[in-house]
T-cell receptor, first 109, second 114 residues
Framework: SQQGEEDPQALSIQEGENATMNCSYK?????LQWYRQNSGRGLVHLIL?????REKHSGRLRVTLDTSKKSSSLLITASRAADTASYFC?????????FGKGTRLHILP | SAVISQKPSRDICQRGTSLTIQCQVD?????MFWYRQQPGQSLTLIAT?????????ESGFVIDKFPISRPNLTFSTLTVSNLSPEDSSIYLC???????????FGPGTRLTVT
């Protein structure tokens, strides 16, 4: 099953701008995670937000969680070329992590 | 945290053959996971491998096609058998350290079947 659905599927922005990606999910969760995948490589864990949290920050990353709407957003501020990657939200289900389809982010010079 | 290595990093295999992928973790972990990522797609969980027990396969994946070994707490192998071009994907292993649900991933194995 695929719990998370990211929106948009692809996003291109100018370097220095902010990038916002959204994730919607279907069932109740204990936490939600965001991962980054650079082209052809493994995933890197970015941030985890628990169901009782509404917002969390880590460096240039800001994650929000709205459990009433079953949605989360990832904001990357002051984007850099190195932020070009695919971003996935993930939720846990029966001791497994289920990944969304991902947003491909491209930072234009 | 955990550091995970995978071998091989990539391979090109002929139809009908098999490929065994190794996953090595630098610390002891209970659960290891194997994922498939088809080109341009998200990750799909193939199976969960616990040391000392049979792997648990997800719907659509069977042991005959994807046999898994988990001989100890730091190592696992995934074999993709009777290869067809549809098996061309990136295969990733991951671990969950300390039951935090944060997953650490290996760099992946890129398989191309000709």
């Amino acid at each position: 099953s695929q719990q998370g659905e990211e929106d948009p599927q692809a996003l291109s922005i100018q370097e220095g701008e902010n990038a916002t990606m959204n994730c919607s999910y279907k069932t109740s969760i204990n936490n939600l995670q965001w991962y980054r995948q650079n082209s052809g490589r493994g995933l890197v864990h970015l941030i985890l937000i628990r169901s009782n949290e509404r917002e969390k920050h880590s460096g240039r990353l800001r994650v929000t969680l709205d459990t009433s709407k079953k949605s989360s957003s990832l904001l990357i501020t002051a984007s850099r070329a190195a932020d070009t990657a695919s971003y996935f939200c993930a939720t846990e289900e029966d001791d497994k992590i289920i990944f969304g389809k991902g947003t491909r982010l491209h930072i234009l010079p | 945290s955990a550091v995970i290595s995978q071998k091989p990093s990539r391979d090109i295999c002929q139809r009908g053959t098999s490929l065994t992928i190794q996953c090595q973790v630098d610390s002891q972990v209970t659960m290891m996971f194997w994922y498939r990522q088809q080109p341009g797609q998200s990750l799909t969980l193939i199976a969960t491998a616990n040391q000392g027990s049979e792997a648990t396969y997800e719907s659509g994946f069977v042991i005959d096609k994807f046999p898994i070994s988990r001989p100890n707490l730091t190592f696992s192998t995934l074999t993709v058998s009777n290869l067809s071009p549809e098996d061309s994907s990136i295969y990733l292993c991951s671990v969950d350290v300390g039951h935090t649900y944060e997953q650490y991933f290996g760099p992946g194995t890129r398989l191309t079947v000709t």
